[in-house]
């Protein structure tokens, strides 16, 4: 039976819970909801298992802090004996306009801390990831401030439609694979 990692990205902590930077943790708690499974607190991360068509899905959501994601991906990864092409890395993407889904095989942390602390692990930017745009409605020097910022109420009319698509993507890649995947999702 093939086995997958989603690492959802985000931030520990009720400070954190409904700004834009964890949104990787949303669609992870979505993941969890549909499976009817819940999450329990384990090494480095929050993690739970669930089942699709035929594969074993580890769901994480690390509790290292976005800036030290890659120590818990690393640590999950050796514990479920899991190959970086069963890896998928859920995070928010400020070059994205706010609810575009993007899943691709490769690319830069492009600043991104948490992108940057599993490049920095991994050894390679060859890893898939599905990124959630979140816009860049921020003025120079404050893209802390956005990211960490809640979400406005336009925003959140459309927040959960695109929190349950995101997740139907993230086990259509355990399922049918990253390339199929883009084409089936990458445009809507």
């Not at 499974?37 to 699709?52: G, S």
């Not at 004996?81 to 490769?106: M, W």
């Amino acid at each position: 039976m093939s086995k997958f990692l989603i690492a959802c990205l985000g931030n520990i902590g009720s400070e954190y819970e409904q700004t834009r930077h964890n949104i990787g943790f949303k669609i992870a708690d979505e993941l969890a909801l549909a499976a009817e499974t819940q999450f329990t607190q384990d090494r480095l991360a929050f993690r739970c298992e669930l089942k699709v068509k035929g594969r074993v899905i580890v769901v994480i959501k690390p509790t290292t802090y976005m800036n030290l994601s890659g120590k818990a991906l690393n640590y999950w990864m050796q514990a479920e004996k899991i190959k970086t092409e069963h890896v998928l890395i859920v995070t928010d993407d400020i070059a994205l306009p706010f609810g575009t889904l993007r899943i691709k095989p490769k690319g830069s942390d492009g600043g991104h801390n948490g992108l940057k602390s599993i490049q920095e692990t991994l050894g390679t930017d060859i890893y898939a990831r599905l990124r959630f745009g979140v816009g860049s409605n921020f003025s120079k020097g404050r893209q802390v401030d956005y990211v960490l910022g809640q979400w406005n109420a336009d925003e959140l009319t459309t927040l959960n439609e695109r929190i349950k698509l995101a997740s139907e993507m993230a086990k259509a890649f355990c399922s049918i694979g990253l390339q199929l995947t883009m084409t089936n999702y990458n445009n809507k």
